[in-house]
């Protein structure tokens, strides 16, 4: 993201049919927007559906299950979605959640003697 919270862009030049481009048209007729719009909302949703399956959740809670502090939670979280606005706070509710569910789940505590103890 930008220091003005928008996230950064970047111009790219593609050819396509011209079949898509009317497709593509429609779509922003439909959603009342431009084309670039509505190419933008269908390569998101391709994106979400079909490649980023995963969730910044998905990502917290492997982390947390594979025994990790919350600091290094954060970080893998980042890793993989530089862009998500998740903070500690999200990541302390996901830890809570989990041991909610699973009392076995450690705490964060526990997860840094842990790391501590391995290295």
Same mark, same amino acid.
């Given at each position: $993201? ?6 950064? /862009? ?24 431009? /084309?670039?719009? *509505?190419?933008?909302?269908? /390569?998101?949703?391709?994106? $979400? ?23 290094? /939670? ?9 862009? *998500? *606005? ?24 526990? *997860? ?8």
């Amino acid at each position: $993201m930008t220091d003005d919270g928008a996230k950064k /862009v970047k111009r790219m030049t593609i050819t396509l049919p011209e079949e898509y481009v009317e497709g593509l048209q429609d779509v922003a007729d439909d959603m009342n927007t431009t /084309v670039s719009e *509505a190419i933008r909302e269908a /390569v998101a949703t391709f994106l $979400m559906e079909h490649y980023w399956k995963e969730t910044v959740g998905d990502t917290a809670k492997k982390a947390i299950l594979d025994k990790l502090p919350n600091e290094d /939670v954060l970080k893998a979280v980042k890793a993989k979605f530089p862009l *998500a *606005a998740t903070s500690m706070a999200s990541i302390s509710w996901y830890r809570s959640k989990l041991r909610k569910e699973d009392p076995n789940v450690l705490t964060d505590r526990q *997860a840094h003697r842990l790391k501590e103890n391995q290295d």
